[in-house]
């Protein structure tokens, strides 16, 4: 008799504990397609996000890095995606993924990917951090108010060529 009474109390008890779960398990299409913090709170604490991104062909993941995190992107459909990152050696590391396979970039060093294949590809995309933040070097670059001079000394491009993006990128200066 002990046992059905354990069990009832048991499957009462764990449907309290999970009610207020519901909260984050809802599966609304519509939201977002980035779990970080800033968008998800319930990933606070946790060291983790996730995010699904959507490729189409010939689109791109423009040069970019995470501060606060490794990222781990995993080829859910598509092939010819060609993903890379520059290491801290300057040296540049690429792949072709397909569908199936992984690339770790990890933490800081500027990263991208690229559709190249012959349809849209889904990428799953996971952070070591619940708020790894994100850098685009262009936008960085021309959609600020850096100063065109230093830019200019800096990376050796010159003034007419970044004045010209910098009107691509709406900057200043």
């Known amino acids: 008799?002990?046992?059905?009474?354990?069990?009832?109390?048991?499957?009462?008890?764990?449907?309290?504990?999970?009610?207020?779960?519901?909260?984050?398990?809802?599966?609304?299409?519509?939201?977002?397609?980035?779990a970080v913090a800033p968008v998800f709170p319930a990933l606070n604490g946790l060291g983790v996000s996730v995010a699904i991104a959507t490729l189409e062909v010939d689109g791109v993941?423009?040069?970019?890095?995470?501060r606060g995190a490794t990222e781990v992107i995993v080829i859910v459909e598509g092939s010819n995606i060609v993903a890379g990152f520059i290491a801290s050696s300057n040296k540049v590391?690429?792949?072709?993924?397909?569908?199936?396979?992984?690339?770790?970039?990890?933490?800081g060093l500027y990263h991208f990917f690229w559709d190249k294949g012959k349809t849209p590809a889904s990428i799953f995309v996971s952070f070591s951090s619940e708020n790894p933040g994100v850098q685009v070097l262009e936008n960085a670059l021309f959609q600020s108010?850096?100063?065109?001079?230093?830019?200019?000394?800096?990376?050796?491009?010159?003034?007419?060529?970044i004045k010209k993006l910098k009107g691509v990128f709406n900057g200043t200066n």
């Open 93 to 107: 590391y690429t792949k072709t993924l397909n569908k199936g396979d992984a690339i770790v970039f990890p933490q």
């Open 1 to 34: 008799m002990i046992s059905p009474i354990f069990f009832i109390f048991s499957l009462i008890l764990s449907s309290y504990y999970a009610s207020h779960v519901q909260d984050f398990c809802v599966a609304d299409y519509t939201a977002p397609q980035a």
């Open 61 to 66: 993941s423009p040069l970019h890095s995470h």
């Open 145 to 161: 108010d850096f100063p065109t001079e230093i830019i200019a000394k800096t990376t050796l491009l010159d003034v007419a060529q």
